[in-house]
């Protein structure tokens, strides 16, 4: 399938780990646009299911399981934000928010409040397909073999992918669990923006390299990281980031 002006799309693994297809939930109100991701995202090997209004986006969440969210900001009824805040709840699926509103702030809270990625629109179907596939490429299940990792008070168990700060558990999303992973696993390096995207999302995911300091930012938040000394996760000015406080 192509593109106009575009290359041969690659065929999806459409096998999921539970031996099913990879399952999209896509919740948008405007039905031309669901219909379009919903076909295109079916012709790529995916299951897709469509939910018209905030509260039966959350109810299907719930119920069906799906790999991927594809979460349209501004929704009849309950919006994007809170359908977000809600699946939080339950559920560590992967979010991609979409968003027809240029403000950097919305996206800022998207990402505040659990979602992974956003896409504004308008956007090309290919280029959501891309981003729902970066997503699924990323390591689904942990290193069994891997020791916890501590820093100061901070306790990292990468089997169990759980968080501890002085002994309380810390709820992180799984792009916030995967960049404190890591981060954690080269305690000594400095990481680049760039560094961070390939780690976590894969070399080839193209998009704004400023999503990463939203994701850290909330990680330092929920790891009580004070912006006058940040303990764990550490700026390197005109660098990147680095873990701080190993023992």
């Known amino acids: 399938m192509t593109l106009p002006g575009s290359g041969p799309v690659a065929p999806v693994d459409a096998r999921a780990p539970a031996g099913r297809r990879w399952r999209v939930l896509v919740v948008e109100d405007d039905e031309p646009i669901a219909l379009l991701i919903s076909d295109y995202l079916g012709a790529e090997g995916f299951d897709v299911d469509v939910a018209p209004n905030g509260e039966l986006g959350v109810a ?3 119920a069906w399981e799906p790999d991927v969210i ?9 919006d994007g934000i809170e359908v977000c805040r809600q699946v939080r709840g339950f559920s560590d ?3 991609i928010m979409l968003t027809a509103r240029a403000s950097e702030l919305d996206r800022v809270i998207g990402l505040s409040v659990g979602a992974d990625d956003y896409l504004a629109k308008p956007f090309s179907p290919r ?3 891309a981003r729902v596939r970066a997503m699924l490429r990323r390591p689904r299940s942990p290193d069994t073999g891997a020791p916890s990792r501590v820093f100061g008070d901070l306790v ?4 169990g992918r759980e968080v501890s700060v002085a002994g ?3 709820e ?3 792009t916030e669990f995967d960049i404190l992973d890591t981060l954690s696993s080269r305690p000594r390096a400095v990481l680049a923006r760039r560094a961070l995207l390939e780690a976590v999302w894969g070399e080839d995911w193209f998009g704004d390299d ?3 300091d939203v994701h850290v930012g909330n990680l330092r938040r929920k790891l009580g990281d004070h912006p006058a000394e940040y303990r764990y996760v550490r700026t390197v000015r005109g660098v990147g980031y680095r873990m701080g406080g190993a023992r």
């Open 210 to 212: 400023h999503v990463i």
């Open 127 to 129: 280029e959501l397909t």
């Open 60 to 62: 299907r969440a719930q």
């Open 93 to 95: 699926t992967y979010i």
């Open 172 to 174: 992180l999303t799984r």
């Open 168 to 170: 309380e558990r810390i």
């Open 70 to 78: 594809v979460l349209d900001l501004m929704l009849p009824g309950i």
């Open 156 to 159: 990292i168990d990468v089997a």
